[in-house]
């Protein structure tokens, strides 16, 4: 499969366990956050989007959290499996449609 | 499967060559993307095109042009490629008509190799 950022921050958890990760978003304007999952091999897949006039929304075993004060969005992956590992990207809308990508976080999944 | 096509999946070129790259939008989405994703540098927005007209671009060099025909098709063209322009390529497309909400959705990308 493809090497996508050699150098990404892991997180590794256990099959079953929660998982939560993190991104610092650059700019207080932006008004619209999304979550996209990268695996080995594949393009970005849209997983769950937030408008910065929510600070919670759901989906199905995932929820992504926003907190504008410190500029912080997360997305948390309940009752992790390993078909989850993979890449996880925010990404933040701030002008026009022009998507912003934060680094990534390499999420593997330990059974 | 998104719906987003790419052609070619692989491409291996020399340096000052030029390529093509082809996307073929979701049935439905007038808005078309392109991103480079290299190592160093992450997922970068390069262009976008609406409905046959360019909208946003972002971090495009002046040796990449891009162009959406009136079938939506859109194709990203490089030119006296270099090394540092190895990278996957991606194509995105949305409907282009929910605003800063619409959700755009990834094709599998073109991976171009300069040697």
């Keep these: 499969g493809e090497s996508v950022g050699l150098h990404l921050p892991t997180l590794s958890v256990q099959e079953g366990d929660n998982s939560i990760i993190n991104c610092a978003y650059s700019n207080s304007a932006s008004d619209y956050f999304i979550w996209y999952k990268q695996e080995s091999g594949k393009g970005p897949q849209f997983i769950i989007d937030i408008r910065s006039n929510m600070d919670k929304r759901q989906g199905q075993r995932v929820t992504v959290l926003l907190n504008k004060t410190v500029k912080h969005l997360s997305l948390q992956i309940a009752a992790t499996q390993p078909g989850d590992s993979a890449v996880y990207f925010c990404a933040e809308n701030n002008a026009g449609n022009m998507l912003t990508f934060g680094g990534g976080t390499r999420l593997m999944v330990k059974p | ?115």
């Design chain 2, 1 to 115: 499967d998104s719906g987003v096509t790419q052609t070619p999946k692989h491409l291996i070129t020399a340096t000052g060559q030029r390529v093509t790259l082809r996307c073929s939008p979701r049935s439905g989405d007038l808005s078309v993307y392109w991103y480079q994703q290299s190592l160093d540098q992450g997922l970068q927005f390069l262009i976008q095109y609406y409905n046959g007209e360019e909208r946003a671009k972002g971090n495009i060099l002046e040796r990449f042009s891009a162009q959406q025909f009136p079938d939506l098709h859109s194709e990203l063209n490089l030119s006296s490629l270099e090394l540092g322009d190895s990278a996957l390529y991606f194509c995105a497309s949305s409907p282009g008509t929910s605003g800063i909400t619409d959700t755009q959705y990834f094709g599998p990308g073109t991976r171009l190799t300069v040697l």
